[in-house]
């Protein structure tokens, strides 16, 4: 039985393109789904927070639109 981690999906970017989590393979990946067209979006503030006390961990924040 093969095991199926999170890189092995994929997401459509807000420009249509596919977001390919394989790419992030081997770094802390946090995938957040956004509502970012509503325009309500105060979760922003703390996601930049969180990002900048770890990126030179090599922490990558992926905002993945919600469509909705």
């Given at each position: 039985?093969?095991?199926?981690t999170a890189y092995a999906?994929?997401?459509?970017?807000?420009?249509?393109?596919?977001?390919?989590?394989?790419?992030?393979?081997?770094?802390?990946?946090?995938?957040?789904?956004?509502?970012?067209?509503?325009?309500?979006?105060?979760?922003?503030?703390?996601?930049?927070?969180?990002?900048?006390?770890?990126q030179a961990r090599g922490?990558?924040?992926?905002?993945v639109p919600s469509n909705?």
């Open positions: 039985m093969s095991r199926v999906f994929s997401f459509k970017g807000l420009d249509g393109e596919e977001i390919l989590l394989s790419t992030y393979s081997g770094q802390p990946l946090l995938v957040v789904n956004t509502a970012s067209q509503c325009g309500y979006t105060p979760q922003y503030a703390g996601l930049q927070t969180l990002w900048t006390r770890y922490l990558v924040v992926l905002g909705d």
